[in-house]
């Protein structure tokens, strides 16, 4: 199936709990609309640091590389957009902070580690060189599904981590349908993660041409944001 590139130019991000098919959404839309695809921060790194839950300072260390990767994706994906082209990125730049928030929230680390990596994605917003993508597509699964899925690719699902991205998944969800939604107004498209691959495509496709996104200020916007996930830790 093909569909005719979106116009304007667009940054779609997926997002969504692990195992729900976002690579491999992301890699067929990419494909379907004739966009750039961009991997998630994680899959960018070398070397590509261990996710087993260390002292906090190892895992702030782990989750500034990951933020520091996602300024690097923002930067990349506003000068594509800059050039006429969409981007489809697995994975929205704000994926180390909503972890981070998950795992602060759940009391599995210190909420300080999020504050300090909150302070650090503040410091990159008001750079310009980090911020929002214009649209995010969150793919909604049910716990049977990503059980499913994650058992089928185990290399990239670990067994031991599954508990731990589950947990963290439901926090995040909290988010995105809740403060990221109100402060993206008509740009946070929820999408069932079980509808077929097909379907999915042209879901997005329709989405993302219907409502187009709110043009400059996505660093600005990206702080708003940060202030409201402060406001949440507190």
Request: aromatic fraction near 6%; proline fraction near 8%.
């Amino acid at each position: 199936m093909s569909v005719a590139t979106p116009r304007p130019a667009t940054v779609v991000a997926l997002e969504g709990p692990s195992a729900a098919g976002k690579t491999t959404l992301s890699r067929a839309l990419a494909q379907a609309v004739n966009a750039v695809y961009m991997d998630e921060a994680y899959y960018r790194l070398e070397p590509r640091p261990s996710l087993e839950l260390a002292g906090p300072d190892e895992l702030f260390d782990v989750e500034t590389r990951l933020l520091d990767e996602e300024a690097r994706r923002f930067t990349e994906a506003s000068t594509l957009l800059r050039e006429g082209k969409t981007v489809v990125a697995d994975t929205s730049f704000l994926s180390p902070i909503t972890y981070t928030f998950g795992l602060a929230y759940l009391r599995l680390v210190p909420p300080e580690l999020f504050h300090r990596l909150l302070r650090r994605a503040r410091g990159l917003a008001a750079e310009g060189s980090w911020g929002l993508p214009e649209h995010v597509v969150y793919l909604s699964a049910g716990l049977d599904l990503t059980r499913r899925r994650a058992a089928e690719a185990p290399a990239k699902h670990p067994p031991q981590l599954r508990a731990r991205h589950s947990a963290v998944a439901r926090i995040e969800r909290r988010l995105w349908l809740g403060p990221i939604r109100e402060s993206m107004p008509g740009r946070v498209h929820v999408l069932t993660a079980a509808t077929p691959l097909n379907r999915l495509i042209e879901q997005v496709d329709r989405r993302v041409r219907t409502r187009p996104p709110t043009v400059g200020g996505r660093s600005v916007e990206a702080e708003r944001l940060l202030g409201l996930l402060a406001k949440g830790m507190a």
